[in-house]
């Protein structure tokens, strides 16, 4: 669907790029090194980040990434995206801001309240009319009635469902901690889980209640997209559950299957169906 010539492209002179300008480093660097370093964030596994500027080219590819999908979907000229479990990263919103400004609403629902504010900062600047809903995706169905949005977004998603499930499960309320000290011990109770039962009594159907409610809420033939990735460094480690990790998106295709909403996979011809998927509503 994409080559990394035309992510870069996109990310530093592209629209992408224009929301970046002068927010960090990336202009200083030779097109060599932004290659480079586009190589290595592009990797999946993603290799670790030790050339210059992988890290804001990291955030920069992600937004370019979504920005290619969405605009291969072809939404509605006004969209109401709704996008799940965001955290603080912000790839779908800038995407929908390149895409069509003030013309889209985005609507997050977020539990974990450091993380909302973070997305919040990131969004003051951009056109969009942009929702937080302070809640866990568990209650969505309280919030969205049957075909409400015209597209739903889980970047990077997964995971963390199945992670706040578990947690819930331990005691651990997620909506006021350090989501990035304590995910460690979140997904050890993960990796756990998952070897007592492949999440079949804690994990997959909280996953299932959320797919279900995001599928009754985009409109018929809309979209729900999703990414994931990992990290080459925590594969190394004894504690993180790579066997998992690297399987969530069949992980997420098992849930999807006998949802009371059908829905068929559409990915695009070209994208890596390990580490993306789409599918739609019939």
């Known amino acids: 669907m994409w080559t990394a010539e035309q992510l870069l492209d996109e990310a530093v002179g592209g629209r992408v790029g224009e929301r970046f300008q002068g927010l960090d480093e990336i202009e200083d660097l030779?097109?060599?090194?932004?290659?480079?370093?586009?190589?290595?964030?592009?990797a999946r596994p993603q290799a670790s980040e030790f050339l210059p500027g992988a890290r804001p080219l990291s955030r920069?590819?992600?937004?370019?990434?979504?920005?290619?999908?969405?605009?291969s979907l072809a939404l509605p000229e006004a969209p109401t995206v709704l996008e799940l479990c965001a955290g603080g990263s912000d790839p779908v919103l800038v995407a929908l801001d390149v895409l069509y400004g003030a013309q889209a609403t985005y609507v997050t629902i977020n539990l974990n309240r450091k993380l909302a504010d973070e997305l919040m900062q990131r969004a003051s600047n951009l056109d969009l009319c942009v929702r937080l809903i302070e809640d866990d995706a568990q209650n969505l169905a309280?919030?969205?009635p049957e075909a409400s949005v015209d597209c739903v977004c889980f970047h990077h998603a997964v995971n963390d469902i199945l992670e706040t499930a578990v947690a819930d499960a331990h005691?651990?309320?997620?909506?006021?901690?350090?989501?990035?000290?304590?995910?460690?011990?979140?997904i050890e109770w993960l990796d756990e889980q998952y070897r007592e039962d492949g999440l079949a009594?804690?994990?997959?159907p909280e996953l299932r209640r959320i797919m279900d409610a995001a599928a009754r809420a985009v409109k018929p033939s809309?979209?729900?997209?999703f990414d994931h990735w990992t990290w080459e460094y925590h594969l190394s480690l004894d504690w993180f559950p790579g066997d998992l990790f690297n399987n969530i998106m069949n992980v997420a295709r098992e849930a999807a299957r006998g949802l009371t909403?059908?829905?068929?996979?559409?990915?695009?011809?070209?994208?890596?169906?390990?580490?993306?998927?789409?599918?739609?509503?019939?």
């Open 171 to 186: 005691g651990l309320d997620t909506r006021d901690i350090d989501w990035w000290a304590t995910e460690r011990q979140m």
């Open 30 to 42: 030779s097109r060599e090194e932004l290659m480079a370093s586009a190589r290595q964030v592009l």
């Open 60 to 71: 920069r590819l992600l937004a370019a990434q979504w920005t290619l999908l969405l605009e």
């Open 201 to 204: 009594s804690v994990g997959l």
């Open 261 to 282: 909403t059908p829905l068929e996979e559409i990915t695009p011809e070209g994208l890596d169906r390990r580490w993306w998927m789409v599918l739609r509503r019939r």
């Open 222 to 225: 809309g979209p729900l997209c």
């Open 142 to 144: 309280r919030h969205f």
